[in-house]
Structures are given as C-alpha cells and as structure tokens.
C-alpha cells in the first residue's frame, strides 16, 4: 500500500477518533485545568464562601455584589507574587485581579482554608 493511502487512512480514523471524543466529553462537562491559575480558582470556586466584616459593609453598601466576586473566580488571574501567603488560621492569602460585572477591573483576596473560603476584601484595581 502506497504512504499516501496509509496517510489518508490515518486520518480519516484520526478525525472520526476526534469527533466522538468531541461528542462524548460535550455532555460530560468536563475541563482543561492544569494550568496553576486555573488549579487555584477551581479549588475557590468549589468551597463555600464566607465574608469578613469590611466585605459585608461593601455589599450593604451595594458597592460591590456577590456577582462580581462569582465573575472574577471564573474569569480572573491570580496573582501569584502577591499570593501564598500564609494567613493567622492556617489558609493561604490569594489575590485575584479580575472584572466587575460592569467591566470594571477590581481585585479580590481572598483566604483559601481547607474546607472554606473567606473573603477579605474587594477594591478596585490600581492602574
């Protein structure tokens, strides 16, 4: 058998591979999450969520609402040079830059404990 049919034959069984990857994992709601940003988030997102005193004032205030912490978890960066610190409980500061539900930047910490996570602050990002 010629290369060239050899080669069309592999790809022909290479995209039908593909495509029923495609359409298995589609239903499945499965994600890439290897990277470290994507890692730290995740393991936010999965946790419940508490709210330190300055936080709750904020959203009594209506400054900010719990949407623009949800958003900037799911879309935001952390910033791991000023994250990894080690907080007084036991859990590790992050510092998450991300936007506001309004397109604002703003910037989250937050405490990740083993089994919570507390919300320190939100602020407006500095230019």
Request: net charge positive; aromatic share 14%.
């Amino acid at each position: 058998m010629k290369f060239v049919h050899r080669l069309g034959y592999y790809l022909i069984g290479l995209l039908v591979g593909i495509l029923f990857l495609f359409f298995f994992f589609k239903n499945k709601r499965t994600e890439f999450c290897y990277m470290p940003n994507c890692r730290v988030l995740k393991n936010i997102r999965s946790k419940p969520l508490t709210f330190s005193k300055e936080v709750k004032a904020k959203f009594d205030a209506k400054t900010y609402v719990l949407d623009d912490v949800k958003h900037s978890t799911e879309n935001g960066n952390v910033d791991f040079s000023k994250s990894n610190k080690v907080y007084e409980g036991g859990g590790k500061i992050y510092v998450i830059e991300g936007q506001s539900v309004k397109g604002e930047d703003i910037v989250v910490e937050v405490v990740n404990f083993d089994e919570k996570v507390l919300l320190l602050d939100i602020k407006k990002a500095e230019k």
